[in-house]
Every structure is written in structure tokens, then in C-alpha cells.
T-cell receptor, first 110, second 115 residues
Framework: GENVEQHPSTLSVQEGDSAVIKCTYS??????FPWYKQELGKRPQLIID?????GEKKDQRIAVTLNKTAKHFSLHITETQPEDSAVYFC?????????FGKGTRLHILP | NAGVTQTPKFQVLKTGQSMTLQCAQD?????MYWYRQDPGMGLRLIYY???????DKGEVPNGYNVSRLNKREFSLRLESAAPSQTSVYFC??????????????FGPGTRLTVT
């Protein structure tokens, strides 16, 4: 079955710098890769997703890249701001399910 | 449009007690899911329902049962609660967006403590 690995588990970056979170997946049939942001005490919310027919997608300061051959996908946040502090989850689909990575806690340092 | 709603928000149970967590969505989604979230473990799938009338086990189904009451509602039952079931429980629903690709919406969560 699908296995999604996420790294790092914790990431601290200076405000204004970039943050990169990386994930790998195991099921070559996966074709949908969402990223969720979860603030403390809140529900996870979708911030960006990518389908397998594209290699990169960008939305303002957030971008996601996908390498299907290597089964890697990454989240890039540029010009980080204090409100980017949260836990981020990558995920991949398997049949009717979505399998999540274990999350990355992102700290934005002043 | 309320999205995905869950009740209760908080619950404390004694070991051996039973309870049902309720979830409803008003987005006409076919698929609904129950996850548990524990520190450092991410979101782990307990059970899911791909469509009304069907349910399937996820990664961690032991100790739980589910009912897809209708298209809107999907409940999770703990028959005999154990301290290991202390967790935050999230319900989610999905819409298929061309070719079986899913965008998932979450409820606000239920924080359950079993003593």
C-alpha cells in the first residue's frame, strides 16, 4: 500500500527566508498530491495540490514540485512570514483514500 | 453552507464506556473519512466510506465501528473505550474532481480523553 514519508519533522527558518519540506511516496499509481496546513488547535486546511500531469504549481508565495520518476514532491514557501508558523502535512492518494505524512512543524523566527 | 460538522467538540470517558462521534457534511460529497491525530503520528485513517452504503477499514480500525447513515452523515463508535484511544478525531469528506482526484475537507475535530 501507499507509504508517505515526510522530512524534516521540525524546521526553523528566519522570517523572510525560504522553507522547503520534502515528501516521498511509494505507490506509482498515486496521481494526486495535496498539502495541508494545520494551525494550533485548528483543523487541517488544503493550501495547494498538484496532479501527476504537471511538474510544478505555484500560488503566490507557495509552490509545489513533483518528480514522478523519483516519487518525490516538495513544498516551497518563499518570503516566510510569522503566520506561516504551523504544521504542514503532505499526502498522496491511494484508490479512494488519502494517506498523510507525519507532518512538519514549521517555526518562523523573528 | 456549514461544510463538515462534528459533535461533540470535547469528551471525557472512563475506560470501558461507549460513545458515538457524529459527523455530517452538506457539500453533497460521496466519500467520508474518520482520522485520528496523535502527536508525531500525523493523521491516521480509521475507517472510510467511499459512497453511501459502503464502509472500509483504514490503517487503524481496531476498537472502532462506523455507520454511514445516509449520504450526509458518517458516525464513529467506540464500544469499549481504552486509554489508547485518547486522541483528536477528525471527520473529512471529499469531492472527486475529474478522473478520481480528491480535495478533502475536514471537520473541526473532537478531542477525546479516556481515563
Amino acid at each position: 500500500g501507499e507509504n508517505v514519508e515526510q522530512h524534516p519533522s521540525t524546521l526553523s527558518v528566519q522570517e523572510g527566508d525560504s522553507a522547503v519540506i520534502k515528501c516521498t511516496y511509494s505507490d506509482s499509481a498515486s496521481n494526486y498530491f495535496p498539502w495541508y496546513k494545520q494551525e494550533l488547535g485548528k483543523r487541517p486546511q488544503l493550501i495547494i495540490d498538484i496532479r501527476s500531469n504537471v511538474g510544478e504549481k505555484k500560488d503566490q508565495r507557495i509552490a509545489v514540485t513533483l518528480n514522478k520518476t523519483a516519487k518525490h514532491f516538495s513544498l516551497h514557501i518563499t518570503e516566510t512570514q510569522p503566520e506561516d508558523s504551523a504544521v504542514y502535512f503532505c499526502a498522496a492518494n491511494r484508490d479512494d483514500k488519502i494517506i498523510f505524512g507525519k507532518g512538519t512543524r514549521l517555526h518562523i523566527l523573528p | 453552507n456549514a461544510g463538515v460538522t462534528q459533535t461533540p467538540k470535547f469528551q471525557v470517558l472512563k475506560t470501558g464506556q461507549s460513545m458515538t462521534l457524529q459527523c455530517a457534511q452538506d457539500m453533497n460529497h460521496n466519500s467520508m473519512y474518520w482520522y485520528r491525530q496523535d502527536p508525531g503520528m500525523g493523521l491516521r485513517l480509521i475507517y472510510y466510506s467511499a459512497s453511501e452504503g459502503t464502509t472500509d477499514k483504514g490503517e487503524v480500525p481496531n476498537g472502532y465501528n462506523v455507520s454511514r447513515l445516509n449520504k450526509r452523515e458518517f458516525s464513529l463508535r467506540l464500544e469499549s473505550a481504552a486509554p489508547s484511544q485518547t486522541s483528536v478525531y477528525f471527520c473529512a469528506s471529499t469531492s472527486s474532481v475529474q478522473g478520481g482526484i480528491y480535495e478533502q475537507y475536514f471537520g473541526p475535530g473532537t478531542r477525546l480523553t479516556v481515563t
